[in-house]
Antibody, heavy 115, light 111 residues
């Protein structure tokens, strides 16, 4: 059974940094692309970033480009999102999702950017 | 960026009656590999989204009362007989072109 568990969310001040992690199990992690998607409170879904298998490609949304960094550790079956220069508008639940299109999703981790 | 426009944005349906959601893309979603990466997802309150349909019409572990159709820039999700568990928000998503994008969401309620 596929499991994705996000962690690392929390309250951070504007301009601060956070690193999100996504622990994957139940599938051959190294063979799949992975994606981060976020959802601001009461709002719709926003694709943030995707990384291909073997880090064959990396793409970012314009809203996070140059501030966020996606990475993966296939040995640890883990996906990461390093978030720098955080802004109030980055406040959201952050989901990691497997594959393209995203067929399995984690439960999400809440990131709140506020002073 | 590709814009996906869903209609309606909300719908109230009687149990057992059909429902239909449209998703129109600002550009063709046909990929050079021959596939069209248009998906439908469902999100219940307080839950993560769940994939329902991928590549226009392929169901992902959902009952056959859900069906997807369309091509090019116009796509539709049909629910043949709405059940109580179908309430929530439905999103279309394109993963043909980066950045991937979502429709605004359609809220389905029971009358």
């Amino acid at each position: 059974e596929v499991h994705l568990v996000e962690s690392g969310g929390g309250l951070v001040k504007p301009g601060g940094s956070l690193r999100l992690s996504c622990a994957a199990s139940g599938f051959r992690f190294r063979s799949y692309s992975m994606t981060w998607i976020r959802q601001a409170p009461g709002k719709g879904l926003e694709w943030i970033s995707s990384i291909g298998s073997g880090s064959s490609y990396i793409y970012y949304a314009e809203s996070v480009k140059d501030r966020f960094l996606i990475s993966r550790d296939d040995a640890q079956n883990s996906l990461y999102l390093q978030m720098n220069s955080l802004r109030a508008e980055d406040t959201a639940v952050y989901y990691c999702a497997k594959s393209r299109p995203p067929d399995y999703w984690g439960q999400g981790t809440l990131v709140t950017v506020s002073s | 960026d590709i814009e996906l426009t869903q209609t309606p944005l909300s719908s109230r349906v009687t149990l057992g009656q059909p429902a239909s959601i449209s998703c129109r893309s600002s550009q063709s979603l046909a990929h050079s590999d021959g596939n069209t990466y248009l998906s439908w997802l469902h999100q219940r309150p307080g839950q993560p989204p769940r994939l329902l349909v991928y590549k226009i019409s392929n169901r992902f572990g959902v009952p056959d009362r859900f069906s997807g159709s369309g091509g090019g820039t116009d796509f539709t999700l049909n629910i043949s007989r709405v059940e109580a568990e179908d309430v929530g928000v439905y999103y279309c998503m394109q993963s043909t072109h980066f950045p991937h994008t979502f429709g605004q969401g359609t809220k389905l309620e029971i009358k």
